[in-house]
C-alpha cells in the first residue's frame, strides 16, 4: 500500500503562484509514475503533469509554460510549481502514484481556488 498526502494548496489572486508538494509513504520502492490530476466542479478529473522515474515529464496543453512538475519519484516526492494562475486553475488537485504492476493511488486532494 502507498499513501501520499498533498500540501501546498490555497487561495491566490489571479497571476499569482501557488506551490503544491505530496510525499508518499508505505510501499515506496514499486512507484514508477508520480503525477498530479485536478477536478474542477462538474468537471471529470484530468491529467495535469506527470514525471517518471526517468525524469521525463508531460504536461496537458492548458498548463503548458506556467506550471512545472519536480521531484524524485525514487523518493516518492513530486511537486508542482504553478505560475500564473488562471480563474478557470480552480480545481481540486490530487497526487498520484502508479507502481510498476499497474496499481494506482491517491491523495485526498488540496484545493486551489484563484480568484479574478
Known amino acids: 500500500q502507498v499513501q501520499l498526502v498533498e500540501s501546498g494548496g490555497g487561495l491566490v489572486q489571479a497571476g499569482g503562484s501557488l506551490r503544491l508538494s505530496c510525499a508518499a509513504s508505505g510501499s515506496r520502492f514499486s512507484i514508477n509514475v508520480m503525477g498530479w490530476y485536478r477536478q474542477a466542479p462538474g468537471k471529470q478529473r484530468e491529467l495535469v503533469a506527470v514525471i517518471r522515474r526517468g525524469g521525463s515529464t508531460n504536461y496537458v496543453d492548458s498548463v503548458k509554460g506556467r506550471f512545472t512538475i519536480s521531484g524524485d519519484v525514487a523518493k516518492s516526492a513530486v511537486y508542482l510549481q504553478m505560475n500564473s494562475l488562471k480563474p478557470e486553475d480552480t480545481a481540486v488537485y490530487y497526487c498520484?502514484?502508479?507502481?510498476?504492476?499497474?496499481?494506482?493511488?491517491w491523495g485526498q486532494g488540496t484545493q486551489v481556488t484563484v480568484s479574478s
Open positions: 498520484s502514484a502508479k507502481n510498476i504492476l499497474g496499481l494506482d493511488y
